[in-house]
């Protein structure tokens, strides 16, 4: 391997919101990595930042030209320069597009379990989320296609919030999921918000299926929100990319995102994407091994060592979701239990709407690390098992 995925960074006094915790805490939950972002990169962002002037910002060509390459290149997908907008994070443009597309009232609906932050972004609108929940079988996760149907078909519901690749539960949707979905949605007249921001970071050898290039409907009725911040480690400078097919819909979308300024990059925003996408493939490929290492390397070490948690095998993204429903007691207590006796910091479940018995572990550190956090996971889930017992 050329680049170091094992070195440990201090990332602690940096302001990262991970490692805001105690002393001896172990933060494996928020969804950035520890490893420092390629070379490459930082040599891009210290060339601009050693310039000097950090005045008003514009997109230029290159921006748009490196998610267009990328998409063509990695994924297989044909973006139109004027399909492109800029916003400051997929999080602000889920928000802002919820907004603009729909009432307040109406109904979106979400797969849940999923990324705990789509809940804000439609609640905190004044709009209702239903729920479509995913169905966990033989260790897979599935769509209750007759439940999403039912749900899309009420004439209060106006969008669909899909995750491709799934976070948390991992899952790469196939063409004909996606391609379902799509032809429910028409027929609903559901608008489809793809936030696709872990496309990149996909197991070695296995690719992700943009959802606006499944079909012309799916093309015609989507949002897509895309980025580089999660597979190159760059969240914290907050930039990310609409594409929006449809021209009478994007000019919604980009008034939207106008609207409520989150339409204009920072220096560093407005130059990222390309410095990633056009310096940083060969350390993400490196980078996707190495991740997938540690996702093995954990699960094995999950099944031998606790009995009653079952990691839930994954194709995307570094997190790992644990089924504890064969533990004694409650996962979100289990969670507590674990930073208090441990140290190690895991995210609920409940966050996610699991319905109870979820934990979720980011897998993104250096292998040393991983280890030690697995070592406090079993220690706590012993632990955690007498005193239950105990309690009785
Ligand atoms: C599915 C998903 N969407 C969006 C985000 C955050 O996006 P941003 O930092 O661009 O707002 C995350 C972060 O964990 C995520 O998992």
Redesign the pocket.
């Known amino acids: 391997m050329k680049y170091d995925f094992d070195e440990i960074t201090d990332r602690r006094n940096t302001g990262a919101m991970k490692w805001n915790v105690g002393e001896d805490e172990l933060p494996m939950w928020v ?1 950035d990595m520890d490893f420092q972002t390629a070379p490459e990169i930082i040599e891009g962002l210290n060339q601009r930042v050693s310039h000097g002037i950090y005045g008003y910002t514009e997109l230029n060509e290159q921006w748009y030209e490196a998610y267009r390459a990328w998409w063509q290149k990695r994924h297989g997908f044909e973006i139109q320069k004027e399909w492109l907008l800029f916003c400051t ?4 443009a889920i928000s802002s597009i919820v907004r603009k597309m729909t009432t307040p009232a109406e109904n979106v609906v979400a797969m849940t379990p999923v ?1 705990n ?1 789509f809940f804000n972004s439609i609640l905190n609108n004044g709009r209702n989320v239903l729920e479509n929940r995913l169905v966990l079988k033989e260790g897979n996760y599935e769509i209750d296609f007759e439940d999403l149907e039912k749900k899309l078909a009420d004439p209060q519901t106006s969008m669909l919030l899909l ?1 491709n690749p799934h ?1 948390p539960v991992g899952k790469i949707w196939d063409r004909d999921t996606l391609e379902r979905i799509g032809e429910i949605c028409w027929k609903h007249h559901v608008l489809v918000l793809s ?1 696709e ?2 496309c990149d970071l996909t197991a070695p050898g296995t690719e992700y299926i943009p959802f606006a290039s499944v079909s012309e409907k799916c093309r015609k009725n989507s949002i897509t929100c895309v ?1 580089p ?2 597979a190159f480690n760059l ?1 914290g400078l ?1 930039t ?1 990319a609409v594409i929006v097919p449809d021209e009478n819909i994007r000019y919604k979308v980009n008034r939207g995102l106008n609207t409520d300024e989150v339409a204009e990059p920072n220096i560093l925003a407005a130059i990222a994407p390309a410095a990633a996408f056009e310096k940083g493939e060969p350390w993400l490929d490196e980078l996707r091994e190495y991740l997938f290492e540690n996702r093995r390397y954990a699960e094995n070490f999950i099944t031998d060592q606790i009995e009653g948690i079952r990691p839930v095998s994954a194709d995307a993204t570094y997190l790992l979701w644990l089924d504890c429903r064969g533990l004694l007691g409650n996962s979100s207590e289990l969670c507590r239990f674990l930073r208090a006796y441990t140290g190690l910091i895991l995210s609920d479940g409940r966050e996610y709407r699991d319905g109870g018995g979820f934990l979720r572990m980011n897998l993104a550190c250096p292998r040393a690390r991983l280890e030690d956090g697995l070592k406090r996971l079993v220690s706590g889930v012993r632990e955690y098992q007498r005193w239950i017992v105990e309690r009785c």
Do not use: L
Request: proline letters at 6%.
């Open positions: 969804a994070g997929v999080v602000p990324y932050i995750c976070n936030d921001i872990h980025a911040t999660k969240a907050q990310a």
